[in-house]
Each structure stands twice: as structure tokens, then as C-alpha cells.
């Protein structure tokens, strides 16, 4: 059978790819009200394909926000496992859009890569899923496993709805397993199984002085700075080892095994002076970059600001500072805890003269991390390597994907994160783009598991 | 003779007042290129009040910016003191204009101040000289001192060529002292001699780390965030009891003795929670708030900014972060040693994983400091008494005015800074005013002072 879908697959090379296009024009941009037409376009767009497929149960659910896609077919037997696909049809805004080389919406091809905003995150892999069921269809007039079809619109804006449709709707989204295409590898062809995310916990805080800016002459000397004074708070917060210096911070991480230690440090390591510009790393006493970067928790500034930004000189006590803080976590970290340790912290940091207020970040995520050795994970590893003849990597990633936490918390089910991105394809930024030898040879990829899922009993 | 002026300033008071309306009105923003004619304009309205008040050596002179007035009138005889009266025609720009209750340019009397921009910041002051001249040589036929009289047009944007002429023509304008009214007083009605400035230095630096922002969740634990090392930088070089941290930075200080202690804290101390909305106030250990801001030494963080500043999360780890930073000096120090101190320190504590570039503030000045027991100053002191009932406090400003300190530099002589202004004038903001009372009773002040001065022998 996965020889028939294989050809098919070769087959309809140009059409998949026609078809993609047609896909990625729509400016799906969740973010901005202004693209709400060409959002719920681009819902009816998945949903027709999935209906056309051969999916006959299908349905554009409407949300508080943007639409659901919803598509089941469950007619593989009760033997067979039911799979739960993930994945998002909204796209990141383009700006700067001057400094795209060519329209973000209208995909063109060089070099063997397409480039459009979504083109990787995450239209692509999206759409590579959809051209494998309608393969199976289109083939052998089936499914080789139970599936359930999920394609939202407002994963680059938090999926606040999904979150809440996903607690109430438990029955229609329980399976087996989930999975998920909207990661990458670590290299350009280097197959790469994701078993681990990371969480996310954040805050803003502001210092607050003096009613208004103040000349530094008459005032300096009997106004704290509140510029100065947030530069104290936030340098007690992690050391110039990169030790995180806020208390409790490290008690419920899950310490980093020998043997995990030794399959991260298999995978090709970033050349950072190349990736960034950076020549000297620093990571976490008695870390290398690629163990803090996949398996350690960080604390980073994302933003700072206080006082006259413009040229020149000006000679004030600003009125306020403000510096907003994102924490990546591991697994055993509770991100609302973290989050009441760093308001703990700063409350403890303030001094005298100045007070502070605190925004936390509504949005948070645990970390989540899967047995490399799971079964699900093992023939995940299997189809990759079939069809990119090559081994994968198993890493944990830095990033968050916070519908998998939910998906682990909510319905302690695997995650599988199937990701066919690479280090190139620039998202979030202009220019995005995906290889086409990944888009091509990641359908079979994913032939080749379903196949293998449907032989597990 | 005495008398004789004091009336005539009596009797002329609402011509005084029409004529600095008219002088007000002329907008002389010297920051903005678009007021260039105005600024010509303004020079012309000097000159031409000079003229007609019978200063007969009366020039516009013009400079590589804006023209400088020049005046001398040198027949008191030798024995008399010669005086440089130096004054600044320009203004700050008015932004943001909407703020303004009135037209910042069509002076309005409300409540006993005049509205205007350049009210007290300087033209209220200069044409309150201008017309006390001008009393003396209508009613007694001349001045009872030689006068040089230097107005310039670039106070507000640093008076580089003033710089430069007073470097090139030391003969012109060498005198026995120089008056500055372009200063205030400690509190509405409470005269003040002023008998010290603070210097003045900066720099702006800039933490670089990678070429670009970077995603944080994939590179958090192998960069080093350049906001994370500025505030370790800045938290370094001042403690949180107001101690500046950097090495030799109070090496050249002269200490404050307690004589001046005694004369500071009997200037009535501001209530910092009115004035700023500061409940505690905080300055250097072992000083008050009184002797930190007009006889110590600060350093401030005057802006900082990195990365991300608008609403919510953006889970980047900065590219760059950077902080603009000023010192106010007291005597002794030298304002480049105290540059090189904070390079110094800066290139001590930039750790591995970033590099930092400095761009030092080129305009910079020391501290300006005269023995409030100086003859020149007492006989201030007297006239002030004499004319507002009142004894003056003696006290040393926070803030810097260069040209004292090129005058003491350059030149070796007294400047006696007589200034007219109050707390509430509101200099550099909108709605700056300056009190009739004290532009009435000033003049007096200065009538006084010009016949006491020439007495002396």
C-alpha cells in the first residue's frame, strides 16, 4: 500500500505545489482585524480540501475569535489508533514588508525553496498533511488510521480559544496520540525527532519616581534614578554566570540525565559566530549552550526602556523605567509559581524612593517532554530515517508550543512533533520560505507513519 | 542718584512691561532652523534697545550660528569696576505646544506672572538689565560702571561659537567680574545668591550583542542578553545608597566644609513630595538631600532603552541595549579625567559575550564655585536685602551653565549669578512664566547693585 501513496505522492508533484500556493495567497494574518475576511477564506479553504478529500464529516467552527477547522474520519477500526492532527492556517504579520525580495503572499520559488509568509509556519506543513490524506483516499479510498483533524487560526496570537474549546470538548478530541508539524530540524536535511519543549512564564514591571521627568542638576541627589534603580533589580535577577539568582527558582527542575545529556550533545551544534554573529557564548555554569538552550530554564529582558531615547543629550531624571521578562521552563517547573517567585523577588529588590508596579503575562505554558523511547516516537524516528535516509537527532527544543502542554495536560496523550522546518527558513521575519525537498519528501515521511501507526495494535 | 532711577523704573513700569512683550513676541528658537530670521530678528531688537538707550558701541556681530550682540560703554573712568553682562536672547523650542494655555509667543499677564516662552528663561531677565541701563543714561546721562554687554543667540544649543570668541578676544571682553541673570530663586520671594554650579560630563554607550534580536526560547542559554549586561554595567557604578561605584571618582573632590554646610541648610529646603511626588527622598550616605544636590558630585541614567517597547510579549533576546549617561561635577573635579574614569570602569566590566562601543558627550564643563564672602557677591547680598526686605540664602546650584565656567576658566574673574527667577517658572515646559514683582523689584535690585559696584574703588 505505502508504495501506492508513495507514486501518487511523486505524481502530483506540481499540483501539490500549485495547490499550496493557492493556499499561502491568502493573507491569513490573525493578528490584524483588518485580514478577517482573508482569514475566514482561508478556513473554508482547508475545510473545502478536507471535504474534497475525502473527509465527509468537516466543519468551519466559528470561535470568540477566529474559526476552527474540524475534520474526522473514524473508520479504521477500533484497533487501529486515533490520531489527533494539529496544526494552524493563520500567519505571522510581514513587516517590515519592504524588506521582502518578493510579495509575501505570492510564493515564488528560488533555489529550490518557496518563499511566502507561512510558507514553513505554518501553511506548508499544514498543507503537507492534507495532500497525504487526500493520497490515501485518493489511493485506497481510506484512512489507515483513525484521525481527527484540527486547524486553527489564532496560534500567533496565544489560541486562547482553542485553549477553551480543547477543556470543553474532550470527547471530540481525545485520541491516542496528537501530532504535530510546526517545528524544525537542526541542520537542512538533518532529520530531527522534537521530544521536548519548554514552557513560558513572563511579566512586565515598571518603576515608578517622580511625577515627571526631572533636570538631573536640581534633582540628582535626592531622587533615585528609576533607571538606576531598575538596573539593580534586574541584574539581582541572574548572575554573569547566567545563574538564575531569583530564590526557589531551580528547586523543581527535573535534573538533566547522563544518557539525555549524551543524545542532545549527538546533534550538530549551532555555529553561533555564523547563526548570530556572537563569538563567545555563555550559558549556565556547567552547562554547554546546547543542554541550556534545550534542557536548562532561562530568564530573559525582552524589552527596557527609560527616559530620552533621541539624539543627544538630555539631561533628566526619568520619570519611570520598565523592563519586561520572559522565563523558558523545563519540566517540574510550575510557571505560575515561577511567576510568583520573580514578583517575590522584585518586591524584595525594591528600595526606597521609588515603588513598583507589575503586569504578569496572562499567557503561560509548562514545559513538555516525551520518553525518546516512547513507541510513537520510536516509529516517528523509523519514517524519517526511511525517507531522508539518514538518522534523526533527538533534541528538546528552547522554544514553547503552548497547544502541546495543553494537549499533555489536558489529555495525557503523546505528542508527536514531526517538524519539517530548518534553521533557514526565517519565520517570523521576512523572507520566509521551505524547501521544497522537504516539502516533497516530508509527505512521504508522514505516509510512511501512518502506515507504521496502522500496523501498532 | 539712586532715587532719581528708582523712580524713573517706578514711573516707567508699563512701558517696561509693553517692551518686553515686544521682545518676547519675536519667536528666537535657536534649536530650530525654521526660526532662522526670527532669530536675526531678535539679535536686532537688542542691538537697536542698546542703541537707543545710548550705548553708543553697539555691534551685531555674526558667527559661524547665531549673531551675538556686543555693547560697551566705557567712560565711568578707572577707577570704577568694569562689568561683562552676559545674557542669552534665545529660547527653547515650545513643544509640545498644545499644552500651552496661552500663545507661547503673545505674552499674557494672568495672576501677576507674564506667559511666555523666554519669560525668565533668559529674556525677562536680559531686557530687565537692558532697561535699567537704559534708567541710568535718561536720567543721570550715563552708567555709573563700565559696561561690556554680551548677548548671545545658542545658550540653548550649547554656545560652541561663544566658546570660540571668547577664547579669540580676550581683550574685548575682559572685565573686573561678570553678572549672568539667567538663574533662580530658592523659593518665591527668598533672594539668592547663587555661588556655585556644578560641572558636567557624559557619554552614551551601546551593549552589541548579536547581529540581530534573536528568538529567545532557541538562543536563551547560549547568548549573553545585552540588556541583562547593561544592567549589571550600570548597577555597577553606583550602589543603592547613592555612592558612585566608579573607581577615583571622588579622588579630586574638595569636601564640603561645614561653614558651607551651615550656609546650605539655611536655604529653605524644597518638599520633594510636593514638588515631585517623591515620598523619600535618597542621597549619597552621610549627606542630605540639600548638600547632595548642590555640593556633591552624581551620576544619572538620563535614558536606556533595548529591544522590545510596545504592548505585551515579544520573546526576543535584544540585539543591542543602550544608556545615555551625565555626571554633575563639583570643583576639583576635572570633567574628561571623569570620562576617562567611566570608559574605564565600562571596558572593566563588559563581560565575554558582548562587545560595547562609547560615544563620549563632547560638550562638558567643571564646576564653577566663588567665596560667597567675596566683595563683589556681599555687595550683591546688600542689594538684594535692601530692595526685597528680605536677607538672600546662599546656595549652590545642582545645575551646570557653561558659560561660568568658560568666564572663570578663561578669564580668571568673579561671576556673580544674580537671578530673578522662582520655582515655579517652569523653564524648558510649557506655560513658563516669570512674576511681574520680582521683574519690577529685580530691576531695582540691579540699579542698587550697578551703584553700590560703583563705589567701590
Redesign the interface.
Known sequence: MIERISEYLDENKSTHLEELKQFLKIPSVSTDSTYKKDVNRTAKFVADYLKEAGFQTVSVEETKGHPLVYAEWLEAGESAPTVLFYGHYDVQPVDPVEQWKSDPFDAEVREGRIYARGSSDDKGQVFMHLAVFKAFFKTTGKLPINVKVCIEGEEEIGSANLYEILQEKKETFKADLAVISDSGMVANDQPTILYGL?G?T?LEFTVN????D????????????P??A???I???M?D?K?VVQVAHFYDDVEPLSDEERKLMNEAPS?D?AIT???K?????EG?T?T????A?P?L??????????GEG??????ST????L?C?LVPGQDPIKIQDLLVAHIEKHT????TVSIKR?P?SAKAYRIDPNHRYIQLAAESFSETFHKNPVFVR????IPVVEWLDAMYDIPVVLLGFGTPDDR??SPNESFPLTNFYQGMQTIANYWNKLSQEK
Chains 1, 2 share one sequence.
Open positions: 519548554k513560558f513572563g519616581g517622580p511625577d515627571n526631572l533636570h538631573s542638576g536640581m534633582y540628582g541627589g535626592a531622587i533615585r534614578n533607571a538606576m531598575i538596573a539593580h534586574l541584574a539581582s541572574k554573569e547566567e549551532e553561533y548570530t554573529g556572537v563567545d557564548t555563555v550559558s549556565e552547562f549552550a543542554e541550556h538552550t534545550m536548562r532561562t530573559e529582558i525582552n524589552g527596557l526602556y527609560s527616559g530620552y531615547q543629550t538630555k539631561t533628566i531624571i526619568p523605567a520598565t523592563a519586561k520572559t523558558r528600595p526606597k524612593g521609588i503575562e499567557l527544543m528552547g522554544g514553547s519565520l517570523h
